[in-house]
T-cell receptor, first 111, second 115 residues
């Protein structure tokens, strides 16, 4: 069945370091792909999405490119800040407006 | 500003108690969802609803029930709380527009501890 797999954390980086969080998916067809972020003490919120192959989603300095040849949607940011400390979830739509969510990757950025 | 609110941020209950978790959205969304979030397991769908008085089981419905009497409100009920239901509970809502997969908006969560 459809699923997403994302890299396990936790990830700890120094401020201004480069970030990659890996996400791969298994699905029939070419679904839209999403990244959600959960800041401490809050619910999840949409970070970015891509609706078709080769699309790049971007927001708040984060980017992810939908690559159908590797079934991947890795999240990247060139220079992380302390305020980026959060848990990041890769997500794949399911039928009926549902989502499959990855297990989440916790990121801590230290000054 | 769109909003999903949950009745409590923190809740402590005893084993065997009946527990009500309330969720309200102000976006006139058709779809509402209840998830539980546990370390290493991510989000797991408990129940969802596409419309008033309508409900569907998610991946882990056992030990839970739901109620949706009004469009804006979706309640999760633990009929007899057990310690393995200690978790973070997240409510979400989304618009229904045919085949488009719409963003889900989440509440801040309720951290439930069952003693």
């Amino acid at each position: 069945g459809d699923s997403v797999t994302q890299m396990e954390g936790p990830v700890t980086l120094s401020e201004e370091a480069f970030l990659t969080i890996n996400c791969t998916y298994t699905a029939t067809g070419y679904p839209s792909l999403f990244w959600y972020v959960q800041y401490p003490g809050e619910g999840l919120q949409l970070l970015l999405k891509a609706t078709k192959a080769d699309d790049k989603g971007s927001n708040k300095g984060f980017e992810a490119t939908y690559r159908k040849e590797t079934t991947s949607f890795h999240l990247e940011k060139g220079s992380v800040q302390v305020s980026d400390s959060a848990v990041y979830f890769c997500a794949l739509p399911n039928t009926g407006n549902q989502f499959y969510f990855g297990t989440g990757t916790s990121l801590t950025v230290i000054p | 500003d769109v909003k999903v609110t949950q009745s409590s941020r923190y809740l402590v209950k005893r084993t065997g108690e009946k527990v009500f978790l309330e969720c309200v959205q102000d976006m006139d969304h058709e779809n509402m969802f209840w998830y539980r979030q546990d370390p290493g397991l991510g989000l797991r769908l408990i129940y969802f609803s596409y419309d008033v008085k309508m409900k569907e089981k998610g991946d882990i419905p056992e030990g839970y029930s739901v109620s949706r009497e009004k469009k804006e409100r979706f309640s999760l009920i633990l009929e007899s709380a057990s310690t393995n239901q200690t978790s973070m509970y997240l409510c979400a809502s989304s618009r229904s527009t045919g085949w488009t997969y719409n963003e889900q908006f989440f509440g801040p969560g309720t951290r439930l501890t069952v003693l």
